[in-house]
C-alpha cells in the first residue's frame, strides 16, 4: 500500500513540480510579439523562395512590421499580396510588375554543336568545370536542369532537345533559376507577351558564333537596320532589343539571317504547347 | 580518471551511439541532408543529452532508488527530459535569441528521441557515479554528431553523383548508412568497459 503511495506521490510531484515550472517559465520568459507578424505570414505565399531579400517568408514579415522592408517586395504575392499586406499596415502601396524568367538560348542539341559527349555528374555548374563544358557555345545552355531543380513553383521543366521549359501559369518571377544557371542564361522580364526577344546569349564574335550554333546571334547588325522604331542596338558583339520602345511589328524576326529573334507571344504558345 | 578516458573513447568510438547500438536512427536519416542542419542539431543534442542525464541521475538516486520505485525509471525518464527540453527552450528563446536560432527548431524534435532516454538509462543501469554519467553522456552525444555530421558530407556529395534510377532517395541513404556502419565495427573489441 505504501509502495502505491510512494510510486503515486514521486511521479505526481514531479509532474506537478515541472508543471509549474513550465507556467512560471511560460509566463516570465514570455516574448511580446506583434499580431501582425502572423497575419502577414499568412497573407505571403509561403514559399521561403528568398526573393525579396530575406530568409525567408516569416523573416520578411518581420520586417515588414518593424517598416524596413517595403510592401511590395514580395515578387511571387504579386500585387493582391501587396495590397493585402497594405491593408494590414494601413497603409498604401504600388502595384507589383508581375515578371516570368526567360531563357535567353535556343540551341538545342540539334542546332548548337557538341564538343564531346559528357557522362558526368548531372550538374550545370559540376559540367561548366569539365573544360568549360560539352557544348561548342560558351554562352549556351548546358541543359543539365539547374534551374529546373532551383525553381520552387516546379514552373521549369527540361524539353526533350536539352533545353528548359518555363511554364508561364506558375512562374512568377522570384528570380532563384537565374541565380543558379552558371552561365546566367536566364533573365526575369515583365510578364507579358507583347516584344521580340534576341534569344541568345552568346557575346562572341559572329564567326565563332556560327561555327557553335545554326541559331545564335552573330551581330551582323541587320535587325538594326530593320527596325523601324531604332529599338535594337548591339551590345558586346550581342542584338538587344529594347522592350519599351518595340511595338511588336516583328520587321526584326523576318530580317534576321538566323532565326534567333522570336516574337514573345510564340515562346509562350510553344512553352504552353510543350509543358502542357 | 583511466575509466574516464575509456569511458570518452568507448562511447564516441566503439559502442557509437548510432552506428553500433542503433540509437536515434531517425534523426540521423532525418537530419543528414544538409551539413548546416547536422552541425546544428548535433549541437542541441550534445545540449540536451547532457542536462538531461544530469537531472535523471539526480531523480534516479535521490527520489527513485530510496523509494524502491526501480519500476518507473522510464515514465519518470521520459516526463523529466518532455519538460526540461520545453523549459530549456522557454527559457532559451528569452536570453539568448541568436542560441535559440541555432537550436530552436531542434530541441523539441530531440525531446522525444531515442537516443536521449537510452542514455538516461544506461546511466543508471551501467551504476555510473555522477561525473562518470556526464562524461558518458557528452561522449555519447559526441558519438552521435560524428556519426551525423560524417552522414551529412557524404550525402551531399552524393546529391551530385549519378545514382542509379533504382537506388535513388532513401534507398542509396540506406546503404550508406550500412556502409558506414560496417566501417565503424572496425573499433569492435579495441577497448570495453
Not at chain 2, 11 to 23: D, K, P, T
Not at chain 2, 54 to 63: A, D, F, G, H, R
Not at chain 2, 77 to 98: D, G, H, Y
Amino acid at each position: 500500500m505504501n509502495n502505491m503511495l510512494y510510486a503515486v506521490a514521486v511521479l505526481g510531484g514531479t509532474g506537478i513540480v515541472f508543471g509549474v515550472l513550465l507556467a512560471l517559465a511560460s509566463k516570465y520568459f514570455a516574448i511580446e510579439s506583434d499580431p501582425r507578424v502572423e497575419t502577414i505570414r499568412e497573407i505571403l505565399p509561403g514559399a521561403n523562395c528568398g526573393a525579396c531579400g530575406y530568409a525567408g517568408c516569416s523573416n520578411y514579415a518581420e520586417a515588414v512590421v518593424e517598416g524596413k522592408a517595403p510592401l511590395n517586395a514580395c515578387i511571387p504575392g504579386g500585387s493582391q499580396c501587396a495590397r493585402e499586406i497594405a491593408a494590414v499596415m494601413g497603409q498604401s502601396v504600388e502595384e507589383v510588375a508581375s515578371l516570368a524568367a526567360v531563357v535567353f538560348c535556343i540551341g538545342d542539341r540539334e542546332k548548337a554543336a557538341e564538343r564531346f559527349i559528357y557522362h558526368g555528374i548531372e550538374d550545370c555548374a559540376e559540367a561548366e568545370k569539365y573544360c568549360g563544358g560539352a557544348k561548342a557555345c560558351p554562352y549556351g545552355c548546358l541543359g543539365l536542369g539547374n534551374c529546373v531543380r532551383a525553381c520552387p513553383f516546379e514552373a521549369i521543366s527540361m524539353g526533350a532537345h536539352g533545353l528548359p521549359l518555363v511554364d508561364l501559369d506558375k512562374c512568377n518571377g522570384c528570380g532563384l533559376c537565374r541565380e543558379a544557371c552558371p552561365r546566367k542564361i536566364i533573365q526575369i522580364l515583365p510578364k507579358s507577351e507583347a516584344g521580340h526577344l534576341v534569344l541568345c546569349n552568346s557575346h562572341d564574335r559572329g564567326k565563332s558564333v556560327s561555327r557553335a550554333c545554326t541559331v545564335g546571334c552573330t551581330a551582323c547588325r541587320i535587325c538594326v537596320k530593320a527596325c523601324p522604331r531604332e529599338a535594337i542596338a548591339i551590345e558586346n558583339n550581342l542584338a538587344v532589343i529594347d522592350l519599351e520602345k518595340c511595338d511588336d511589328c516583328g520587321e526584326c524576326a523576318k530580317a534576321c539571317p538566323q532565326g534567333t529573334i522570336h516574337p514573345r507571344r510564340r515562346v509562350a504558345e510553344q512553352s504552353r504547347a510543350r509543358v502542357g | 580518471m583511466e575509466k574516464l578516458l575509456a569511458l570518452i573513447f568507448v562511447y564516441i568510438f566503439v559502442e557509437n551511439f548510432v552506428l553500433m547500438r542503433f540509437f536515434g536512427i531517425c534523426p540521423f536519416l532525418g537530419v543528414s541532408r544538409k551539413m548546416e542542419t547536422a552541425v546544428g542539431m548535433s549541437m542541441a543534442v550534445i545540449f540536451v543529452m547532457t542536462i538531461s542525464t544530469l537531472v535523471t541521475w539526480l531523480l534516479y538516486t535521490y527520489l527513485l532508488e530510496p523509494f524502491n520505485l526501480l519500476y518507473l525509471q522510464i515514465v519518470a525518464f521520459i516526463l523529466v527530459i518532455a519538460s526540461l527540453v520545453q523549459l530549456v527552450e522557454t527559457v532559451l528563446r528569452k536570453i539568448s535569441p541568436t542560441l535559440y536560432q541555432g537550436l530552436g527548431i531542434y530541441l523539441p524534435l530531440i525531446t522525444t528521441n531515442c537516443a536521449v532516454l537510452a542514455v538516461a538509462l544506461l546511466a543508471v543501469q551501467e551504476e555510473y557515479s555522477l561525473l562518470e554519467s556526464l562524461v558518458f553522456a557528452i561522449s555519447a552525444a559526441v558519438g552521435f554528431s560524428l556519426a551525423l555530421i560524417i552522414m551529412a558530407g557524404i550525402r551531399e556529395r552524393l546529391e551530385l553523383a549519378n545514382v542509379p534510377k533504382a537506388f535513388q532517395g532513401t534507398a542509396i541513404t540506406l546503404i550508406t548508412a550500412g556502409i558506414l556502419s560496417l566501417a565503424f565495427m572496425g573499433f569492435k573489441g579495441m577497448l570495453s568497459i
